[in-house]
């Protein structure tokens, strides 16, 4: 298990485009990001469902790399740092009818820092906008009003968010910006 980063006190954390090198770290955040935010008793999920997950399990480092590496101009990640030491990332995807932010995670230690929306700035500058940009949350996530800042809107659209072996699932909610060249 990693020790717990304490995180400095009016520290400038760097952003950057995610490397093949920080694939472990990214899992990492993903672990703890769900492990503080998903088990949700309303919604029936628990902290061992996302714990089955395993996050952090080689070929999961495995497969973020392979992402990374893999990229080829549609999908891109980025990563903030403290130190060397990923403490959130990005992803973004570039789609035909709209680009999709696929995750956007910092570690609970760094949350209400801005590194959230610097994270999501990154990928929305990346994005471009041309086109709708959509994401799906958690309806219960604190996340959603970081979103609204960027002017991300709920939708009504039907979506399925991740389930787990026990049968719960995360209740996920459609949000979605419109371009100004809309």
């Not at 469902?49 to 395993?54: E, R």
């Not at 992803?91 to 009818?97: L, V």
């Not at 709209?98 to 700035?121: A, D, H, M, S």
């Amino acid at each position: 298990m990693r020790e717990k980063l304490e995180p400095a006190k009016e520290k400038a954390f760097r952003v950057e485009s995610a490397t093949p090198d920080v694939a472990a770290g990214i899992a990492h955040v993903r672990n703890m990001t769900w492990l503080a935010t998903y088990p949700n008793k309303e919604a029936g999920v628990t902290q061992e469902d996302i714990l089955a997950k395993n996050f952090e399990n080689e070929d999961q480092v495995q497969r973020w790399r392979k992402t990374i590496e893999s990229t080829t101009g549609e999908r891109k990640l980025w990563v903030a740092k403290d130190g060397g030491i990923v403490i959130g990332y990005s992803q973004g995807k570039k789609g035909s009818a709209e680009n999709e932010i696929l995750g956007l995670y910092v570690l609970p230690e760094y949350q209400g820092k801005g590194l959230g929306g610097k994270l999501l700035k990154e990928a929305l500058d990346w994005l471009g906008d041309e086109k709708p940009v959509s994401l799906t949350v958690a309806t219960y996530s604190p996340a959603i009003q970081v979103y609204k800042k960027y002017g991300f809107i709920e939708t009504d659209d039907a979506v399925s968010g991740p389930t787990f072996d026990s049968g719960a699932r995360i209740p996920t909610i459609k949000m979605i910006k419109v371009n100004r060249g809309e």
